[in-house]
């Protein structure tokens, strides 16, 4: 599906802003729905019953941001609609959060100060919507990264239109219930194993409405942990990405996988991966960042993996396995 340019937007996020720190993940893995250079991402996005092709570019600096958004579609689309994709992007890429209270918390601190000081400006964010993210929670699940990889790639080709704007190729994700007439054998067909289930499920409860993400954006919580919880095939870990990536919980920290533990072990405790620090040690060490906890944990993770995509590191190249 060929995509033509129908508007531009700039927008001016809070300072300090950093873009490539907001807007490329390095742990995050590859999946063809978007391409990144620096100081421009290209994102293919699903919005109000369509697919958008979207160029954000860095116009600004970490003082004094500009952000523009050039916005592509197939047909006409109204502008209350692109007011309302804006507002999302917005609010997915956390372009309005302040971070001074964080950043007077901790730029003295020995080991997050430094790392303040280089991502200055970055914000946690991510693309998808709750059912997407659901989605790449169930490819995740019990998987190397190669794995997950190759699975997401495997669905998104099979069910997601390929969009081309801007010279470039990318894939979007599909509408939600739109596997309705997909039958597991045939989810089972691309290797994805018994997560067939989980996504005709995830699929199935958004078809019927049973879950609103906008609404469940308005409660508290405990609220949106009991709802999620309710979900087909969603555990404390999935439900632990979902409070930070897509509901914003800057204060929650109560799970951690074993693969991320040997992680943990290694950059918190400079524990020998393979003889991890206890989880209840790690958990209570992240208090010491309060109610930046999880925020915390982000700019640390991130510097690691930032490291990694200038100079890979033999012992997490070991644990990722990409």
Known sequence: MK???????????????????????????????????????WQTWTWSGKCFGLKFQDKGTVNEPCLQIDIYAGQKVSQQVIAAL????????????????????????????????????????????LYEYLIIGVVLQNATVRRSIQMFK??????????????????????????????????RALKVGYRARSIKKTDECFRLGIVDEFELRTKDRETQMKELLKL?????????????????????????????????????????????VEVSKILKHFETFGEYKQLAVHYIWEDLWWKRK??????????IRV
């Open 86 to 129: 804006v507002d999302e992007i917005k609010y997915r890429y956390n372009l309005e959060l302040d971070l001074t209270g964080f950043y007077k918390a901790f730029r003295k601190d020995k080991v997050l100060g430094p790392v303040i000081r280089r991502w200055r400006g970055m914000r946690p964010g991510h693309p998808s919507s």
């Open 232 to 276: 087909y095939g969603v555990g404390p870990a999935t439900v632990w990405y979902l409070l930070f990536d897509v509901f914003h919980h800057w204060d929650f920290f109560n799970h951690v996988s074993p693969w991320e533990q040997k992680i943990y072990s290694k950059l918190f405790f400079d524990q020998d991966p393979e003889n991890p």
């Open 3 to 41: 995509l033509r340019k129908i508007k531009t937007v700039e927008l001016e996020p809070s300072t300090p802003f950093h873009f490539d720190a907001t807007f490329h993940k390095p742990d995050h893995f590859t999946s063809g729905d978007n391409h990144w250079e620096p100081g421009i991402r």
């Open 310 to 319: 200038n100079n890979p590191m033999p012992w997490l190249e070991k644990l």
């Open 154 to 187: 495997a669905l998104l080709e099979k069910y997601g239109p390929l969009l081309e704007y801007d010279g470039k190729k990318l894939w979007c994700f599909w509408e939600p219930g739109a596997l309705q007439d997909v039958t597991e054998e045939e989810l």
